[in-house]
């Protein structure tokens, strides 16, 4: 009896425990999944979430910049750098979802870009202006933020959202072409023929909206280009045509070619008095 009783006791705690660690074990994977799925369900926005934060951001950009620059705050560089920053989380946050847009959707969203770009291209003149005027004691400051010609994004660039890319380029451009070095003008020569090689590669996916957008965007573009180019051209030209002209009046060659002249209008002075000569001896 005491044997069969010692068997049925340990029987009885081991079953017991068995299922004490199976409950556990099932708890745990229900608490993970949970968890789990807690944190996606925060992280992820939907496209409605997506698409309103997105137009609430650009137009408290418009707000702030029609309200002025605010010349009392001193970290500029760090706002500039964070609203970038902000704006690509919203745009590349919503812009996933932009194949599913009815028509309505997707003709506001092409006005929120352009009304972004609009924003931002003024709020970079008045940032440029603030550090001419503002920093190291007063000196222009001159350096452009150049990141946003980073050539390794434009493998990336789809149909959906390439014409943004045009767009941002070309305000950049505008914004800075003051300021640009040879060497920034370089980078953006470089990053605008990669630009346009991925654009080539799309080309049969835009939408013949898109492609007109992209045309006046490379209109304006080159236009820019053209003008600030000859601009610094017609400057140095200017220059060293003046200094040619002061080389030539004041060297051997402008001294010879003054002699020259005289000895041709005395010749000729001598040969009318000779005709005039042969006349009166005639008469």
Not at 40 to 53: I, Q, V
Not at 70 to 78: I, R
Not at 152 to 173: G, L, M, Q, W
Request: net charge neutral; with cysteine.
């Amino acid at each position: 009896m005491k044997s069969t009783n010692f068997f049925k006791k340990h029987t009885l705690v081991y079953g017991a425990s068995l299922l004490l660690v199976s409950t556990q074990f099932a708890c745990s994977k229900t608490d993970t999944k949970e968890t789990a799925s807690t944190t996606t369900t925060t992280t992820t926005k939907t496209s409605d979430e997506a698409y309103d934060d997105y137009k609430n951001y650009v137009t408290q950009m418009e707000t702030d910049v029609n309200s002025g620059w605010d010349s009392t705050a001193t970290d500029w560089d760090t706002r500039m750098e964070a609203a970038r920053t902000d704006y690509d989380t919203r745009y590349n946050a919503v812009n996933q979802y932009a194949g599913d847009f009815d028509d309505t959707r997707r003709a506001e969203y092409e006005e929120l870009q352009s009304r972004w770009n609009t924003a931002w291209t003024t709020r970079e003149q008045q940032y440029n202006t603030w550090k001419q005027t503002n920093q190291s004691g007063g000196k222009a400051m001159t350096k452009v933020d150049m990141s946003s010609m980073d050539v390794k994004k434009i493998p990336s660039y789809t149909a959906t959202n390439i014409r943004t890319a045009y767009e941002d380029f070309v305000a950049h451009v505008e914004a800075n072409k003051a300021n640009y070095t040879n060497d920034d003008w370089k980078a953006v020569d470089m990053y605008w023929a990669q630009l346009d090689d991925r654009k080539n590669a799309i080309q049969s996916q835009l939408s013949d909206k898109d492609k007109w957008e992209i045309t006046k965007a490379k209109t304006k573009y080159q236009t820019m280009k053209a003008g600030s180019k000859t601009g610094n051209a017609a400057s140095s030209v200017g220059s060293e045509v003046k200094e040619t002209g002061k080389d030539i009046s004041n060297s051997k060659v402008g001294e010879a070619t003054k002699d020259a002249g005289k000895a041709v209008g005395n010749t000729a002075k001598k040969a009318g008095q000779k005709i005039g000569d042969v006349v009166k001896d005639n008469d």
